[in-house]
């Protein structure tokens, strides 16, 4: 099982920035925090990861609490083109599997 | 760059016969994996390779579905036979091991939207 929770949806007016929550209040030391995002009829994206400082880099920022249990994924400038469905996984370092969960189902509108 | 690429893209099936999905991974990427996504439900993990060796099986399915990576280039996955349940969306992902080792992010495939009728 999942072990992040996400709100199930999310709206956006395109060029504001989109800040996208998750749960992960049972994270363990050697865990990182991964986002991906999938576009329509395309394979999940990766986007960023951190695990316990913030990152930042040319598609996203992501915020982790100082406890590690909660995240937020920013997307700086919202374009309709980031209109997708955003998962929240948490991985372990000796862990290659990606458990998916539902995802917020971000809407960007005009 | 070349990114991962899936073959074919659609395929509709009876149930009963037998399909191949093939994946091409980056050139070079050592780590290849296998996702599906069966109606309504999530984005499940199904194997992992490295190279040609296969890590980790533990999500398949059933023995009805069987992954393979020749040469430790690109994968094959034979469904056969078939079975309605198994109709969704495969995806293939693959990655390079970071300098040090360690986490690395995965570049997925398109996939194949599979359909048995």
């Known amino acids: 099982d999942a072990k992040t929770t996400q709100p199930p949806s999310m709206d956006c007016a395109e060029g504001r920035a989109a800040n996208l929550p998750c749960n992960h209040s049972t994270i363990s030391g050697n865990e990182y925090v991964y986002w991906y995002r999938q576009i329509h009829s395309q394979g999940p994206q990766y986007i960023i990861h951190?695990?316990?400082n913030n990152e930042t880099n040319e598609m996203a920022s992501l915020i982790i609490t100082e406890d590690r249990k909660s995240s937020t994924l920013i997307l700086p400038h919202a374009t309709l083109r980031d209109t997708a469905v955003y998962y929240c996984?948490?991985?372990?370092?000796?862990?290659?599997?990606?458990?998916f969960g539902t995802g917020t189902r971000l809407q960007v509108f005009p | 760059e070349a990114g991962v690429t899936q073959f074919p893209s659609h395929s509709v099936i009876e149930k009963g016969q037998t399909v191949t999905l093939r994946c091409d991974p980056i050139s070079g990427h050592d780590n290849l994996y296998w996702y599906r996504r069966v109606m309504g439900k999530e984005i499940k993990f199904l194997l992992h390779?490295?190279?040609?060796?296969?890590?980790?099986e533990s999500g398949m399915p059933n023995n009805r579905f069987l992954a393979e990576r020749t040469g430790g280039t690109y994968s094959t996955l034979k469904v056969q036979p078939a079975e309605l349940e198994d109709s969704g969306v495969y995806f293939c992902?693959?990655?390079?091991?970071?300098?040090?080792?360690?986490?690395?992010?995965?570049?997925f495939g398109s996939g194949t939207r599979l359909t048995v009728v």
């Open positions: 390779f490295v190279k040609e060796s296969k890590q980790d």
């Open positions: 992902a693959s990655s390079q091991e970071l300098k040090g080792g360690g986490i690395y992010g995965y570049t």
């Open positions: 951190g695990l316990k």
């Open positions: 996984i948490v991985r372990g370092r000796n862990t290659d599997k990606l458990i």
